[in-house]
């Protein structure tokens, strides 16, 4: 029978690992080259993975909720039709071909079954590299959950816990004079909620995995640096004019449509140009001043969550590449469809809670970035124009920037004076301006 292993595929570079979070065949199923195979789910990222064969199912051998190591033999497919008894482990047949073989790493070490069963009790991953110095240095599972990670999402990541290991020996050499080493990150101390009272009437509903990334994510960052919000009016007017006057055309030359998002972060990427200080991020004591300005762009999910697509150097790509990009990562995100690259390396965040009719917000910042831009729904309003022939009342397009930035680094007058710039590029799009 010549067959095809499914293997778990390498979905970023950092990546060893995945959970099987859906199948959508199962053993018997007839597939072809595209059909959905299945649902995984990284600490990073969500995709969906198509078959790249024909065939028909022989063999799955992790169900789902599976954690498995990239490379892993996730199935078998026998490529002729033939259904036959296969040994999991039997990969090195001659006719075999494996969809990632070269940059499949050698299965995940076997390490310490408590900190392995957290699994199911946690919302969290550990590497195994971070299980394993856990194992070797006694770190007990309730101690592992109390690490803050700075990791995507705050996983934990080597350095956490080798400060933590480090601050867990000063504290032990000194009980009283509890002295703080230079070297180890602070380790943020999570409060304990007060506890909820369940009525028999309440409903309890389980956190997705994603969900309680987000919220974890969330919690890390208000604790990690002190969030202060500005707000601003822009009158829009001339871009909403120009925008309503072009959309037609627009999408009949370029395919795409084109909605307020891209004007936006074609604003915010000329202000980051200008305020440098905006597009960076806090390490340690040390500023880490940003050379890309890659704007991430908050997309609502079908599911309810939330994720944040990278457009990458924001500042180097006119309208329609920003309308462009700003659509391909919507729809990738709208559909589990984005590669883990394409949410790395955000320098900046932009949320638009105008499409749901919102005005103002304070958006929580998105570690390890240092500002977050939300745009309010832009609405007609009266306002007071000064003309050489005096003040009269017009209908103007207006709305609300509100910017919420780290405290720590950003003062009330630097944050002011990039919203207010940010506003100023908008208030001053080119109503003429050529597509
Ligand atoms: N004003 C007026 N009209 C708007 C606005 C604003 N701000 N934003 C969108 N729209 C219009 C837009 O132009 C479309 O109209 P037509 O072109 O005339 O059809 C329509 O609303 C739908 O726009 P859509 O959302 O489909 O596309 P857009 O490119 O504007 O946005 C997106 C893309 C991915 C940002 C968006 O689809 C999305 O997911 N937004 C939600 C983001 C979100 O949930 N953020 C978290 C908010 S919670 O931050 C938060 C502070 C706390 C509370």
Same mark, same amino acid.
């Given at each position: 029978?010549?067959?095809?292993?499914?293997?778990?595929?390498?979905?970023?570079?950092?990546?060893?690992?995945?959970?099987?979070?859906?199948?959508?065949?199962?053993?018997?199923?007839?597939?072809?080259?595209?059909?959905?195979?299945?649902?995984?789910?990284?600490?990073?990222?969500?995709?969906?993975?198509?078959?790249?064969?024909?065939?028909?199912?022989?063999?799955?051998?992790?169900?789902?909720?599976?954690?498995?190591?990239?490379?892993?033999?996730?199935?078998?497919?026998?490529?002729?039709?033939?259904?036959?008894?296969?040994?999991?482990?039997?990969?090195?047949?001659?006719?075999?071909?494996?969809?990632?073989?070269?940059?499949? @790493?050698?299965?995940?070490?076997?390490?310490?079954?408590?900190?392995?069963?957290?699994?199911?009790?946690?919302?969290?991953?550990?590497?195994?590299?971070?299980?394993?110095?856990?194992? /070797?240095?006694?770190?007990?599972?309730?101690?592992?959950?109390?690490?803050?990670?700075?990791?995507?999402?705050?996983?934990?990541?080597?350095?956490?816990?080798?400060?933590?290991?480090?601050?867990?020996?000063?504290? !032990?050499?000194?009980?009283?004079?509890?002295?703080?080493?230079?070297?180890?990150?602070?380790?943020?101390?999570?409060?304990? !909620?007060?506890?909820?009272?369940?009525?028999?009437?309440?409903?309890?509903?389980?956190?997705?995995?994603?969900?309680?990334?987000?919220?974890?994510?969330?919690? +890390?960052?208000?604790?990690?640096?002190?969030?202060?919000?500005?707000?601003?009016?822009?009158?829009?007017?001339?871009?909403?004019?120009?925008?309503?006057?072009?959309?037609?055309?627009?999408?009949?030359?370029?395919?795409?449509?084109?909605?307020? +998002? @891209?004007?936006?972060?074609?604003?915010?990427? !000329?202000?980051? #140009?200008? %305020?440098? +200080?905006?597009?960076?991020?806090?390490?340690?004591?040390?500023?880490?001043?940003?050379?890309?300005?890659?704007?991430?762009? #908050?997309?609502?999910?079908?599911?309810?969550?939330?994720?944040?697509?990278?457009?990458?150097?924001? /500042?180097?790509?006119?309208?329609?590449?920003?309308?462009?990009?700003?659509?391909?990562?919507?729809?990738?995100?709208?559909?589990?469809?984005?590669?883990?690259?394409?949410?790395?390396?955000?320098?900046?965040?932009?949320?638009? %809670?105008?499409?749901?009719?919102?005005?103002?917000?304070?958006?929580?910042?998105?570690?390890?970035?240092?500002?977050?831009?939300?745009?309010?729904?832009?609405?007609?309003?009266? !306002?007071?124009?000064?003309?050489?022939?005096?003040?009269?009342?017009?209908?103007?397009?207006? +709305?609300?920037?509100?910017?919420?930035?780290?405290?720590?680094?950003?003062?009330?007058?630097?944050?002011?004076?990039?919203?207010?710039?940010?506003?100023?590029?908008?208030?001053?799009?080119?109503?003429?301006?050529?597509?």
């Amino acid at each position: 029978m010549a067959s095809f292993n499914i293997v778990m595929p390498k979905l970023g570079e950092s990546i060893q690992e995945g959970t099987i979070t859906k199948w959508f065949v199962k053993e018997g199923d007839t597939i072809e080259e595209d059909d959905m195979l299945f649902e995984v789910a990284t600490d990073k990222v969500d995709s969906e993975i198509p078959s790249p064969v024909d065939g028909v199912i022989t063999k799955i051998n992790y169900p789902e909720d599976s954690l498995v190591a990239v490379g892993e033999v996730l199935a078998v497919v026998s490529l002729d039709g033939e259904v036959e008894e296969t040994e999991p482990e039997a990969t090195d047949s001659k006719d075999e071909k494996e969809a990632t073989t070269s940059d499949a @790493p050698a299965k995940a070490e076997t390490t310490d079954a408590s900190v392995d069963d957290s699994r199911k009790l946690s919302n969290r991953f550990y590497s195994p590299l971070v299980k394993t110095i856990a194992k /070797e240095e006694n770190v007990s599972l309730d101690e592992l959950e109390s690490i803050e990670g700075s990791g995507v999402g705050g996983r934990v990541q080597k350095k956490d816990i080798m400060a933590y290991l480090e601050s867990r020996d000063n504290s !032990a050499a000194q009980p009283v004079a509890k002295t703080e080493s230079k070297s180890a990150a602070p380790v943020v101390e999570k409060k304990a !909620a007060p506890p909820v009272s369940i009525g028999a009437n309440d409903t309890v509903v389980e956190m997705d995995r994603v969900r309680k990334l987000i919220a974890d994510h969330m919690v +890390m960052s208000k604790q990690v640096s002190p969030h202060v919000t500005s707000v601003v009016e822009a009158d829009v007017t001339d871009l909403v004019i120009w925008r309503n006057k072009n959309k037609d055309v627009f999408q009949k030359k370029y395919g795409d449509k084109i909605t307020f +998002m @891209p004007i936006f972060t074609e604003a915010v990427a !000329a202000a980051l #140009a200008e %305020f440098p +200080m905006l597009n960076s991020s806090v390490s340690g004591d040390k500023i880490v001043m940003k050379k890309d300005i890659n704007v991430g762009i #908050a997309v609502a999910k079908p599911d309810g969550n939330l994720i944040v697509p990278v457009i990458k150097n924001a /500042e180097q790509r006119n309208l329609v590449g920003l309308t462009k990009e700003l659509n391909r990562l919507a729809n990738a995100a709208r559909n589990n469809k984005l590669d883990p690259a394409e949410i790395q390396g955000g320098t900046f965040t932009i949320t638009n %809670f105008g499409s749901f009719g919102n005005i103002i917000g304070t958006p929580i910042i998105n570690q390890p970035q240092v500002a977050i831009l939300a745009t309010g729904i832009i609405e007609k309003k009266p !306002a007071v124009l000064e003309t050489p022939s005096g003040d009269v009342i017009a209908i103007r397009h207006k +709305m609300y920037l509100s910017l919420s930035y780290d405290h720590r680094i950003i003062d009330g007058a630097l944050g002011g004076a990039f919203l207010r710039r940010i506003a100023d590029h908008l208030e001053q799009f080119d109503i003429n301006r050529a597509i």
